[in-house]
């Protein structure tokens, strides 16, 4: 089981601004594309971004364009999310989700991690 390894959520005041990175935990290769969501409570979980491996071509929310950049690097297979102009609606809980070919082919989740931004 492909598990995911995550990091750099935490607090932050309004107009500041978090990295988010994550990356396999067994080193696959085999990425297809890699994002993030979120959930905040009482909420559906909510597409943020996501970064299609090979052409490094990215997709955003409406809401986040302009202040979140996703980005890849493929020598170390981590994606992070730049995250920047941080408003209160922005407050969830972030998860990284994988697609993965090769022999772990499927889709996996990571535990996610909070961000909190205060106003």
């Known amino acids: 089981q492909v598990q995911l390894v995550e990091s750099g959520g935490g607090l932050v005041q309004a107009g500041g601004s978090l990295r988010l990175s994550c990356v396999p935990s067994?080193?696959?290769?085999?990425?297809?594309?890699m994002g993030w969501f979120r959930q905040a409570p009482g909420t559906d979980r909510e597409f943020v971004a996501s970064?299609?491996?090979?052409?490094?071509?990215?997709y955003y929310l409406d809401s986040v364009k302009g202040r979140f950049t996703i980005s890849r690097d493929n020598a170390k297979n981590t994606a992070y999310l730049q995250m920047n102009s941080l408003k209160p609606e922005d407050t969830a809980v972030y998860l990284c989700?994988?697609?993965?070919?090769?022999?772990?082919?499927?889709?996996?989740w990571g535990q996610g991690t909070q961000v909190t931004v205060s106003s």
């Open positions: 989700n994988v697609y993965l070919d090769g022999l772990n082919y499927g889709n996996y």
């Open positions: 067994d080193g696959s290769t085999d990425i297809y594309d």
């Open positions: 970064i299609t491996w090979t052409s490094g071509n990215a």
